[in-house]
């Protein structure tokens, strides 16, 4: 390798550092906090002099974390595979179909992916009191697949634009229905791009915070981020810090489940198209 | 195998536009015909609606002699090779060929055997375990093309096949297909824009034009009595010259001089009750060596002299190209389109270039003059506003 060559690696890799050093230091900074002891919280070193179980014994302890543990899975899991079910079919006919009030729908999607979020809190805050779905799983999978849709059609008909046509075209010729064509041939060349969108719905409602505070007032449906707020001390005077990024810790690890088990799909996915396969 | 019927077919979108304009045409059992034109045209259109890929907005279609218009692909019975070839990317050769064998419920061991013996014929066998993406451009066309065979259909629709294959592997190709279609009998619809590929594998052509069928024809036929000005331009290669012409008594007064008619194309002419201003289309091999000519013959053309800019030798021919300045190739819009087709207007080159094929022993020179001479017996005349070829001889054409 040439000098020039070794400088500009060099080079890349102190910017890689830089960046993840940047990225990392603050989920290390909470990683430590939830594993020291509460007298020791706020003695300023950045490794925990000593290492307790304590905060994840407490949070697990109490039925305000566990309960909030399951509606953040369950009002996830649930919003992303309607927003991937939904999104599949949408972007599909964005992609394939000429319709009238085809770019008017996609204006409109757009639109609602540019709402700024807390300026439909007050009204959809309203909306869901007087129907009655305030406070439940199904008043927070709302918003959540409106905010999501959005991204899901973007892009999956990015996916399914790649896709070419003519295989579509063979399969009707070879004999296939459409519903056999889009089973057989079009989804499982989609399949990177259904999970790549899966992953960034799912984060995307897993790490809601606005709606979930705003949208519940009790345990019913409340998510862990919301819950992480309402997490109190073991008396008036003690900070839940500990077990505050104890609960942190804990919410963070299924997303890196998640991303390094799909790792290459992921990847796959958001290159796709980059080059010509 | 079948009988493929067009009757008065028509495409209309949904904005107006017509991309395919009152076509009539009957393919014959086993017969294999071409659409040919510039892209644009509306070919791949018509073949899409043979298909069934897309709707006929007018007329009717048949196959085997049933109507079919409002069937959908699957019901059709024909098989299709696009030029993209359309491969599963994630199925095996083996799948590819056999997916619809395998949607039609075919039992496992007959389709094991029909794509073996077809990928016997197109010497696939030991590629039939690999995935699209392994094989190579021509591997990858022979797969489609199995993929159509296999299922033994009662037509074949061919969307450009050979149009993504480098130079050499498509001429190989090309005779390959003609065998096949050939050994199968099959019915065929082949869509090209290449008119070496149109002429040498139809037994018919079908030159079309803006949405409109211009002549259909066998190649013979299209080459020597083309019906007017845009199949004269587009079939053959090199193509044919275009020159202005002035009718004076029994002559054409053009640019390599006067143009003696002969007692066929002046009736003709006058039947036709021609114009004064007309276009005169003469092909490369129509032009020869004066000095090489026969003496009882020289009296039967025009013999003229020109600048040779560029001597082009192939060995058993000899292009030589001469220009001319007086020619504007926007003067129709069949030329224009001819120009704009064949990227005449990309290239630049000022004035209009006329090709003339001699005799490989001629001794004309690159920047020399040179004495030419034309044979005005196959000299074709052209009404330069309808387009139309007034030297057309009375028999129908077929």
């Known amino acids: ?277 | 195998m079948a009988e493929i019927v067009l009757e008065g077919i028509t495409k209309r979108y949904p904005d107006g536009a017509v991309a395919v304009k009152d076509v009539n045409l009957s393919v014959g059992d086993g017969e294999f015909v071409i659409l040919v034109g510039p892209s644009g045209c509306g070919k791949s259109t018509t073949l899409n609606m043979i298909a069934g890929l897309e709707d006929i907005t007018e007329g009717t279609l048949l196959i085997d002699g049933q109507v079919v218009n409002d069937k959908t692909p699957k019901d059709r019975d024909i098989a299709m090779v696009f030029q993209s070839y359309a491969l599963y990317p994630h199925m095996s050769v083996r799948d590819n060929m056999g997916f619809a064998l395998r949607l039609a419920k075919v039992d496992k061991a007959t389709i094991r055997e029909k794509v073996e013996e077809a990928a016997r014929i197109l010497d696939l066998t030991e590629h039939l375990d690999r995935k699209p993406a392994n094989l190579s451009g021509g591997q990858r066309q022979r797969v489609a093309m199995g993929r159509a065979i296999v299922r033994d259909p009662k037509a074949f629709l061919m969307d450009e096949p050979l149009s993504n294959l480098d130079a050499k592997l498509r001429v190989q190709m090309r005779t390959q297909i003609s065998r096949l279609q050939q050994r199968l009998g099959s019915t065929t619809v082949y869509v090209t824009h290449d008119q070496t590929e149109a002429m040498t594998l139809g037994d018919r052509v079908v030159v079309m034009r803006g949405g409109v069928v211009q002549q259909i024809g066998t190649p013979q036929r299209l080459y020597e009595q083309p019906k007017n000005l845009f199949v004269a331009g587009f079939i053959g290669s090199p193509a044919m010259n275009f020159l202005h012409a002035t009718a004076e008594d029994n002559r054409l007064r053009t640019s390599v001089g006067a143009l003696d008619l002969s007692d066929r194309l002046r009736r003709s002419l006058e039947r036709h009750d021609a114009p004064r201003d007309l276009i005169v289309g003469l092909r490369p091999e129509a032009f020869e060596d004066a000095a090489l000519v026969d003496r009882g013959r020289i009296g039967s053309g025009t013999t003229f002299s020109v600048d040779i800019d560029v001597v082009e030798s192939l060995g058993s021919d000899v292009y030589a190209y001469f220009t001319e300045d007086e020619w504007q190739p926007t003067a129709t819009s069949e030329l224009a389109e001819l120009a704009a087709d064949s990227g005449v207007t990309d290239t630049g080159a000022g004035g209009h270039q006329i090709v003339t094929r001699l005799n490989a022993s001629t001794q004309v020179r690159e920047g020399s003059r040179a004495e030419l001479w034309v044979d005005t017996a196959k000299m074709h005349v052209f009404d330069p506003v309808s387009g139309t070829n007034l030297t057309l001889s009375d028999e129908p054409a077929d």
């Open chain 1, 1 to 277: 390798m040439s000098a020039a060559g070794r400088r500009r690696m060099t080079g890349w890799a102190l910017v890689n550092i830089i960046v993840i050093v940047y990225a990392l230091f603050p989920v290390c900074w909470i990683i430590s906090l939830s594993f020291k002891d509460p007298s020791t919280l706020t003695d300023g070193s950045f490794i925990p002099t000593e290492w307790t179980w304590e905060n994840y014994h407490g949070i697990f302890q109490t039925s305000e974390f566990t309960r909030a543990l399951i509606n953040s899975i369950g009002i996830a899991l649930i919003s992303t595979v309607i927003a991937v079910v939904l999104g599949t079919m949408a972007a599909y006919a964005v992609a394939r179909l000429r319709f009238p009030g085809k770019s008017l729908l996609i204006g409109m999607s757009l639109l609602i992916a540019m709402f700024p979020p807390i300026s439909l809190v007050s009204p959809l805050f309203n909306i869901e009191r007087i129907i009655g779905i305030f406070d439940t799983w199904i008043g927070l999978i709302i918003p959540y697949m409106t905010f999501s849709l959005p991204l899901a059609i973007y892009t999956l008909s990015a996916f399914f634009r790649e896709i070419p046509w003519d295989l579509e075209k063979a399969a009707k010729v070879d004999g296939a229905t459409p519903a056999q064509a889009f089973r057989l041939v079009i989804a499982p060349l989609a399949a990177p791009g259904v999970f790549t969108t899966a992953i960034l719905v799912f984060i995307f409602c897993w790490n809601d915070f606005l709606f979930a505070i705003s949208l519940t007032s009790t345990s019913a449906a409340r998510t862990v981020p919301a819950a992480l707020a309402f997490f109190t001390g073991s008396s008036q005077f003690a900070q839940p810090t500990g077990s505050i990024a104890a609960a942190a810790v804990v919410i963070t690890i299924p997303i890196i489940i998640f991303v390094l088990l799909f790792q290459r799909r992921i990847v796959a996915g958001l290159t796709s198209g980059a080059v010509k396969g």
